[in-house]
């Protein structure tokens, strides 16, 4: 990299556009150019139709229209409205609300509450833990907020999660520094769509527990990213380990981020928020005052109109139950995708790492940024990640999902020569 003019040596950045935007933007162009029909475009986080339009809910658009206007463009408080805070809460936990304190603090989607999580609970310099398939995000978050991340293997040799690699990951991060974040992106775990059991729930939590109260100096902080959790299980299913997570020493600290990017088809509106869930009451008004003030130090507050239409949806029966009709309907029309792509994958021998529910299915390969290029010249688009590629049934119809897997495989072989 070149030296820094006048920027900050460590603001010094490359240039260009993000990988995955950038290929998405190559799949719109190779779209226009030939037609919907003739391309796949897998590249795009978002639900998108069988005719490649972004899915929007008439709930959440019909209520956000119909807002005064002083609504959508007055100023929220810097925590967000009281009523939505209220709201948002319900939308997070459902019928599975933990016992404990527990507050919550608006943040600019997901991404926002990420980034409070490590900049209130990891010190300068602290590493944080990921697992080994993981949103690049992340990396960026804490590089540009001086911090470093460090991988465990997502998988054990069943396919199931790595306790022990976790466990052996946070012990040695105990032994330099006094306080460990590690994040969980569950259920429906973006790129892979895999969820974490409560079986393995129940044994990440023996083990915090056990290891906070040996080490009672140590601060334990779970970050549970909750980006895909109203496309995950069935009913309440995908929440139920929440109600599993307290009651823990208080020195464990479990925080949700929470969007309605996902959930609520609200992603360019940047609605989310991060909660605690807490021991006791100074924890929690110790986690409350720091996010607001993150709030101020940064974006200053959200957007009004995305908060008042959550907060009207989820106080109004009616409204409620069209929002998660239309989810339920979306939710159907992606588990049908994803079959099709694994039901396929696995009659033709395409590997696959374990896939639960979700927008993203992962494949491992050696090469991947070699195989999506060989797949574009196909006009097929697919995500390259460091140790694989990343499919999105949530933007590929059912029959394009179908048609995928022998797509892939036959570049994998091209490329790799096996």
């Known amino acids: 990299m070149k030296k820094a003019e006048m920027v900050i040596e460590t603001s010094l950045r490359e240039g260009g556009t993000d990988p995955i935007f950038r290929i998405a933007g190559?799949?719109?162009?190779?779209?226009?150019?030939?037609?919907?029909?003739?391309?796949?475009?897998?590249?795009?986080?978002?639900?998108?139709?069988?005719?490649?339009?972004?899915?929007?809910?008439?709930?959440?658009?019909?209520?956000?229209?119909?807002?005064?206007n002083n609504l959508i463009a007055d100023y929220s408080g810097l925590a967000g409205q009281p009523d939505f805070l209220e709201q948002i809460t319900k939308a997070c936990f459902k019928d599975c609300k933990p016992e404990g304190h527990i507050r919550a603090v608006a943040t600019p989607g997901g991404t926002g509450a990420v980034r409070h999580s490590f900049c209130n609970y990891t010190q300068?310099?602290?590493?944080?833990?990921?697992?080994?398939?993981?949103?690049?995000?992340?990396?960026t978050i804490a590089d540009e907020n001086h911090r470093k991340v460090t991988t465990f293997p997502l998988y054990n040799e069943k396919g199931g999660f790595n306790l022990e690699g976790w466990k052996k990951s946070i012990l040695e991060l105990l032994k330099k520094q006094q306080r460990v974040l590690t994040v969980l992106n569950t259920p429906a775990h973006n790129p892979t769509g895999y969820t974490i059991s409560l079986a393995e729930w129940e044994a990440i939590k023996t083990f915090v527990t056990e290891t906070a109260k040996a080490q009672p100096e140590s601060k334990i902080i779970l970050l549970v990213d909750l980006a895909y959790i109203d496309f995950a299980g069935d009913g309440d299913e995908a929440r139920q380990f929440m109600k599993m997570l307290t009651g823990m020493p208080n020195n464990v600290l479990t925080l949700y981020a929470f969007s309605c990017s996902k959930g609520y088809t609200m992603y360019g509106l940047r609605n989310g928020a991060i909660l605690c869930v807490a021991p006791t009451e100074e924890i929690a008004s110790e986690f409350a005052n720091a996010c607001t003030y993150s709030n101020r130090g940064n974006w200053s507050n959200g957007t009004r109109g995305a908060m008042e239409t959550i907060t009207k949806i989820f106080s109004n029966d009616e409204l409620y139950n069209q929002a998660m009709a239309e989810q339920s309907f979306y939710k159907s029309i992606l588990r049908h995708r994803a079959a099709a792509f694994v039901e396929e994958a696995k009659k033709i021998g395409l590997e696959m790492v374990t896939y639960c529910d979700g927008f993203f299915i992962s494949i491992p390969c050696d090469k991947p940024r070699e195989v999506s290029s060989h797949l574009m010249e196909k006009n097929t688009f697919v995500v390259a990640l460091g140790k694989g590629l990343r499919f999105a049934p949530c933007a590929v119809s059912e029959e394009k999902c179908r048609r995928s897997p022998q797509l892939i495989l036959d570049a994998i072989k091209a490329v790799e020569g096996c």
């Open 124 to 139: 300068l310099g602290d590493t944080i833990l990921l697992t080994d398939w993981y949103w690049a995000a992340y990396a």
């Open 26 to 68: 190559e799949a719109a162009n190779r779209t226009r150019e030939l037609g919907s029909e003739a391309v796949i475009n897998s590249t795009i986080g978002a639900l998108m139709d069988d005719d490649g339009e972004l899915v929007t809910f008439k709930s959440v658009y019909d209520t956000l229209k119909s807002l005064p």
